[in-house]
């Protein structure tokens, strides 16, 4: 075996199989449906990237899929890597063009709540969400990372990446607060399976928002994801744009998205963006 065949057969595990592009595509591009253009990649930088960089000439429902990212980014920009086909690496363009713009802020915390009830019933494994945008699993009692969102605007729509730790073994883990479906116990770790779970969570959460005229509360995103939010009820650490901190605890997501805190003096402040860290509360530890 040459040294490139050594390289690229490194993570070619039995449980690590390709993707099956047109099983995928026979399963989720509908007529009437939402997503529309299915594509997977061996390897790219980051689908957020390539999908953006094309957003002009984008159909709606357009996905992208990538065996490994090279250049995954996250919020704060975060960088996310992880062994091929270890995990879900992929992203959607969406153009909620009759939903008011102000409204959008929304779109990641949807699709945190689509992934949190599609990966509960494809995966079978309780994910809770961390605002805005982490996804934690439990893992010998503690609560872990397993996956994350990041949605950028582009073009006339929005670009919205999702990643997920799927197969990863604890040698593999990026650091020890992160975890993987597989660690925390996932009846089915298919890639396959997963995918189009979270993509028909996405598009039916989607559509109910949509139908909404984006009301967070009318289409019951806001009460689904205040359901699901491990954030809330616990004391957190707001790390805030100009090196602002603020601490209290988390009572409520607000209407538009924002994470309520109630602080030492007896206010209650909105946070709309900003690094958040589990101080104390259900499971432990920080977070």
Not at 8 to 14: A, G, P
Request: charged share 20%; with cysteine.
């Amino acid at each position: 075996m040459t040294p490139s065949d050594a390289s690229h057969s490194r993570w070619s595990d039995l449980d690590r199989p390709p993707l099956n592009v047109p099983a995928l595509r026979r399963g989720l591009l509908r007529p009437d449906g939402l997503w529309t253009a299915l594509d997977v990649v061996t390897r790219t930088g980051s689908t957020n990237s390539d999908l953006a960089g094309r957003a002009a000439s984008l159909a709606q429902g357009t996905v992208l899929v990538a065996e490994e990212q090279t250049a995954g980014r996250g919020r704060l920009d975060r960088t996310w890597t992880a062994p091929a086909r270890s995990g879900l690496f992929f992203s959607v363009y969406l153009t909620p063009g009759d939903v008011p713009v102000q409204r959008w802020g929304w779109l990641p915390l949807l699709a945190g709540v689509a992934a949190a009830t599609g990966l509960a019933k494809s995966a079978g494994v309780d994910t809770a969400l961390k605002w805005p945008n982490d996804l934690l699993v439990t893992v010998d009692g503690q609560e872990r990372k397993t996956g994350g969102i990041l949605a950028e605007r582009a073009g006339d729509g929005v670009v919205i990446g999702i990643g997920l730790n799927v197969s990863l073994r604890e040698d593999e883990l990026p650091a020890p607060t992160a975890a993987s479906l597989a660690l925390a116990g996932a009846v089915s770790t298919d890639r396959e399976t997963l995918l189009r779970g979270v993509l028909r969570s996405l598009e039916q959460w989607y559509g109910q928002w949509r139908a909404a005229d984006g009301d967070a509360a009318a289409s019951g995103l806001q009460e689904a994801y205040a359901a699901g939010c491990a954030t809330l009820g616990r004391t957190v650490r707001a790390q805030l744009p100009g090196d602002r901190t603020l601490t209290g605890e988390a009572v409520a997501i607000d209407g538009d998205g924002r994470l309520v805190l109630s602080t030492g003096d007896g206010l209650r402040e909105p946070v709309s963006a900003g690094d958040i860290v589990h101080l104390r509360g259900a499971g432990g530890g920080l977070t």
